[in-house]
T-cell receptor, first 114, second 112 residues
Framework: DGGITQSPKYLFRKEGQNVTLSCEQN?????MYWYRQDPGQGLRLIYY???????QKGDIAEGYSVSREKKESFPLTVTSAQKNPTAFYLC?????????????FGQGTRLTVV | KNEVEQSPQNLTAQEGEFITINCSYS?????LHWLQQHPGGGIVSLFM???GKKKHGRLIATINIQEKHSSLHITASHPRDSAVYIC??????????????FGTGTLLAVQP
């Protein structure tokens, strides 16, 4: 079945280490997105990509990096520069420009930095 | 003040009750989404609205663009409806780019 797969579901890392979260989709969607969710706050956009080999910063990109080498994959790296990395991270994709069609979301990765 | 406000933040209902969740926004939008997030964290898109009303099973979503308000209704609620319901609005940020602004969600618990 088509969908978005995020892995792993839970991730623990020591402070100061970079960590990469995986997001893969087999929906043939052009656009992919990374969001961060914190308790009591709405989802906030970290990075998005509307086409392969191109991506744009969202509202809270500092301390994060992404790549889009393949249409199916949009990995997010949480770097040691991210001051408060512990959060729930959601990946999404849409056929074209977000909102024109409905977005599909992954199951999320809960990152805990100790 | 958040650009997207939802109410209530928490809602407990008895099975069978009619439920309403509200969403108000302060920005110009081109569409509004209602999303459902289950305890595991994954999000499912329920509706995308730009005007009027949509119905899917026991769920009904309405939007009033002039009043900048949308409601999500659940008829004959069931414990399996327990989840966080999130309102998100689509705004244009320039060129051909849109982004979604999310509300903080409404935590619904339906008791048997």
């Amino acid at each position: 079945d088509g969908g978005i797969t995020q892995s792993p579901k839970y991730l623990f890392r020591k402070e100061g280490q970079n960590v990469t979260l995986s997001c893969e989709q087999n929906l043939n969607h052009d656009a992919m997105y990374w969001y961060r969710q914190d308790p009591g706050q709405g989802l906030r956009l970290i990075y998005y990509s509307q086409i392969v080999n191109d991506f744009q910063k969202g509202d809270i990109a500092e301390g994060y990096s992404v790549s889009r080498e393949k249409k199916e994959s949009f990995p997010l790296t949480v770097t040691s520069a991210q001051k408060n990395p512990t959060a729930f991270y959601l990946c999404a994709s849409s056929p074209g420009i977000l909102g024109v069609a409905e977005a599909f979301f992954g199951q999320g990765t809960r990152l805990t930095v100790v | 003040k958040n650009e997207v406000e939802q109410s209530p933040q928490n809602l407990t209902a008895q099975e069978g009750e009619f439920i309403t969740i509200n969403c108000s926004y302060s920005v110009g939008i081109s569409a509004l989404h209602w999303l459902q997030q289950h305890p595991g964290g994954g999000i499912v898109s329920l509706f995308m609205l730009s005007s009027g009303k949509k119905k899917h099973g026991r769920l009904i979503a309405t939007i009033n663009i002039q009043e900048k308000h949308s409601s999500l209704h659940i008829t004959a609620s069931h414990p399996r409806d327990s989840a966080v319901y999130i309102c998100a609005v689509r705004v244009e940020v320039g060129g051909a780019t849109n982004k979604l602004i999310f509300g903080t969600g409404t935590l619904l618990a339906v008791q048997p």
